[in-house]
């Protein structure tokens, strides 16, 4: 018996080791056709997507050219076009549309996607007046008085008011660096500003909204605006010595992206806003940009277990997460 055992485990170890044997051929012959199929895509792609930003490219370089011609190349005037202006009626034209849903409730599309329930339903028009005038303070007599010293620390560089773009693959370069040292320079910053003494001075003023709206993502006292918003908005362009275009839309992209952070909507096809809204509501919690530091330094683990969390993705469709994912019903005491 023992005998017969032996050989039925030998047999069995032959059969699962040929089974095997026969699952990794299976398993490299998918893997190598895929390999080759995704080969020939990506080299079908890769041309397509060259082309088109060859075609790109001389356009936007056409474009600039034209608009550096017509200002006579005045390096002031252009940065001031592209560092200021285009960015601020950014922020603007995307704050105003907001507020119009903010302070009627229409359009009800929009409202649909309000993330904290029945807050700013409609919004409170004197704190908003105050919000719009704090802004613009902090634009005319904070940003502005410091795009004015970038301005005179650009020209060093000698390639900001260059004739020639640089291309995109190195803007894409560019921008990655500049998210990174905006998300270093922003959490430290911030969670520097909660300590105690300083929250109760200089912060205290941006958590006066506990369910923000778009324009409160630069309502802030003058101190915190220049190191939290500011500041690590600024470094990355000027360590990088980037043109005037980069710099109009890396400043353009930050000013929409808080809006979008602080707007209070957890709208369509856009990023979401929830972990920066939970930050507002719970205060001590979701400090950065990204959340990468959050993650490294355990300040997202409270968030981590709410549905706030779950519905914190980039929303696909058309039904609001907060009906998807609803919250879970309070137990009655």
Known sequence: MKRDSG???VAEQQKQAEKLWDALKVTACV????????TALANTVSWYVQNLWDALGHFWQTTWLKLYYLFEGKEWTIFFLGAALVPSLAF????GILMVADVTGKPTFITRYRIQLGKNDPVDTKKLRQAIYTALCNQFFISFPMLVLMFYI?????NTFSKELPTFRWFLVELSIFILIEEILFYYTHRLAHLPLLYKHIHKKHH??????GVVSIYAHPVEHILSNTLPVLTGPMIMGSHIVSIAAWFSLALITTSISHCGYHLPFLPSPEFHDFHHLKFNQCYGVLGVLDYLHGTDTVFRQTKAYE???????FTPLSESIPEAP???E
């Open 208 to 213: 006066e909204w506990t369910a923000p709206i």
């Open 31 to 38: 893997l190598g056709s895929s390999l080759l199929i995704f």
């Open 311 to 317: 519905r914190h993705r980039v929303l696909l469709s």
């Open 330 to 332: 309070k137990r009655a």
């Open 7 to 9: 050989y039925s485990t």
């Open 154 to 158: 650009m020209k060093r560089w000698g």
């Open 92 to 95: 603007w034209c995307f704050n």
